[in-house]
């Protein structure tokens, strides 16, 4: 099976210190750990309107995919520009590209490669989807349901429980080690690989 090209990874979440570690900025911690393990380093850039980084990600053969990793600093529910900022000046298609972000419909812990479809409330996605169309990568990193959709917006502002934000990072962990498998193997292979560790 074909892998899947990808250009740009973007971790959807929302700037400062007071949200860093909240169940919303979970897409942030993706891309903060993809960058960790690989030595990229995030410098803003106020034309994209957001942290970006360059990373160099070592492939199973001894190739290596060049990618973009962009953080959007413009809030949650503005995140379409900062994509489509970067994307349009680096030739970006929105099929080379991957979302990372939080996602209530799934329990915390569970994490999912998808490929188009609905924002599903998030606000995140629905600029996103906006600014590119809906025929994205996601990367559906679960924070759990609060049980009300009156809940919603305080539960994923809050930082998680400590038992939950363990099983959040260890699937951020498996994450990283399922993107060169998506890379070079499909999202098929990919998507085995992750929902068998679950």
Same mark, same amino acid.
């Given at each position: 099976?074909?892998?899947?090209?990808?250009?740009?990874?973007?971790?959807?979440?929302?700037?400062g210190?007071k949200?860093a570690? %909240?169940?919303? @900025?979970?897409?942030w911690?993706? +891309?903060?750990? /993809? !960058?960790r393990? $690989?030595?990229?380093?995030?410098?803003?850039?106020s034309r994209?309107?957001?942290?970006?980084?360059?990373?160099?990600?070592?492939?199973?053969?001894?190739?290596?995919?060049?990618?973009?990793?962009?953080?959007p600093? %413009?809030?949650? @529910?503005?995140?379409?520009?900062? +994509?489509?900022? /970067? !994307?349009?000046? $680096?030739?970006?298609?929105a099929?080379?590209?991957?979302?990372a972000?939080?996602?209530l419909?799934?329990?915390?812990?569970?994490?999912?490669f998808?490929?188009?479809?609905g924002?599903?409330?998030?606000?995140?996605?629905?600029?996103?989807s906006l600014?590119?169309?809906p025929?994205?990568?996601r990367?559906r990193?679960?924070i759990?349901?609060?049980?009300?959709?009156?809940?919603?917006l305080?539960?994923?502002?809050?930082?998680a429980t400590?038992?939950?934000?363990?099983?959040?990072?260890?699937?951020?962990d498996?994450?990283?080690?399922?993107?060169?498998?998506?890379?070079?193997?499909?999202?098929?292979?990919?998507?085995?690989?992750?929902h068998?560790?679950?």
């Amino acid at each position: 099976m074909a892998g899947t090209a990808l250009k740009l990874i973007v971790g959807l979440g929302n700037p400062g210190a007071k949200y860093a570690r %909240t169940r919303h @900025n979970a897409g942030w911690w993706f +891309v903060d750990a /993809l !960058a960790r393990r $690989h030595g990229a380093e995030f410098r803003a850039e106020s034309r994209h309107q957001g942290e970006v980084a360059r990373l160099r990600l070592p492939l199973p053969g001894g190739a290596a995919a060049e990618l973009w990793l962009l953080k959007p600093t %413009t809030f949650m @529910n503005k995140s379409g520009g900062s +994509v489509a900022s /970067l !994307a349009h000046f $680096h030739r970006i298609s929105a099929a080379e590209i991957l979302i990372a972000h939080d996602e209530l419909d799934l329990p915390a812990g569970t994490v999912r490669f998808k490929l188009g479809g609905g924002h599903g409330g998030h606000n995140g996605l629905r600029d996103t989807s906006l600014a590119l169309g809906p025929d994205y990568w996601r990367l559906r990193l679960g924070i759990g349901h609060p049980g009300h959709k009156d809940l919603v917006l305080d539960y994923v502002l809050q930082r998680a429980t400590p038992e939950d934000e363990r099983a959040i990072e260890a699937a951020v962990d498996r994450a990283l080690d399922a993107l060169p498998v998506l890379l070079v193997e499909g999202a098929e292979k990919a998507m085995n690989r992750l929902h068998t560790k679950d």
